[in-house]
């Protein structure tokens, strides 16, 4: 399978900006994901980014993808309690089998 | 907003015991997954179909079992369930271009 690697953990405090990082393999990957998973539910896409893009901004939310180094970042702007969750990054190779998910990122925000 | 159901949300049953974990989406997606979410958060995928009477097995081998008879009907069953399949199990769907993976709440399964 695909390897796609963040850290573990993050803590930020309550207004800062956040940055989730995310490193792939599969330079064929059409879209980037970016899912947060709150305690005890599901996994709820925030944002995505077409392969051919660098960049894509949504309200708090801005990506940037570095394709040359297989790099994929998430920056949260004014980081609230609410922001606190797990945070996936996924890729979906041209080979769109499945979406290979990294090892999720636990965003703890301090008041 | 996804349309995609898992039940039960919690269970926790006997070892030796058969049970189904029941997946629906009414987006009339062709792709389903189920991934095994384990304590330390990664998801692992154990099962996927394309379609009707398509049923693959994914990286993470599992003694659980798929169906499709149905396109919005992907059931997962374990015949005989032991404690370390205690975990989180993830239902999702796609569309055909993948565009994007819609997630269930997940079933937060506990086998004693």
């Known amino acids: ?111 | 907003e996804a349309d995609i159901y898992q039940t039960p949300r919690y269970l926790v049953i006997g070892t030796g015991k058969k049970i189904t974990l029941e997946c629906s989406q009414t987006m009339g997606h062709d792709k389903m997954y189920w991934y095994q979410q384990d304590p330390g958060m990664e998801l692992h995928l154990i099962h996927y179909s394309y379609g009707v009477n398509s049923t693959e097995k994914g990286d993470l081998s599992s003694e659980s079992t798929v169906s499709r008879i149905r396109t919005e009907h992907f059931p997962l069953t374990l015949e005989s369930a032991r404690p370390s399949h205690t975990s989180q199990y993830l239902c999702a769907s796609s569309d055909y271009k993948n565009t994007e993976a819609f997630f269930g709440q997940g079933t937060r399964l506990t086998v004693v």
């Open chain 1, 1 to 111: 399978g695909e390897d796609v690697e963040q850290s573990l953990f993050l803590s930020v405090r309550e207004g800062d900006s956040s940055v989730i990082n995310c490193t792939y393999t599969d330079s064929s990957s059409t879209y980037l994901y970016w899912y947060k998973q709150e305690p005890g539910a599901g996994l709820q896409l925030l944002t995505y980014i077409f392969s051919n893009m660098d960049m894509k901004q949504d309200q708090r939310l801005t990506v940037l993808l570095n394709k040359k180094d297989k790099h994929l970042s998430l920056r949260i702007a004014d980081t609230q309690t609410g922001d606190s969750a797990i945070y996936f990054c996924a890729e979906n190779p041209n080979t769109g089998n499945q979406f290979y998910f990294g090892t999720g990122t636990s965003l703890t925000v301090i008041p």
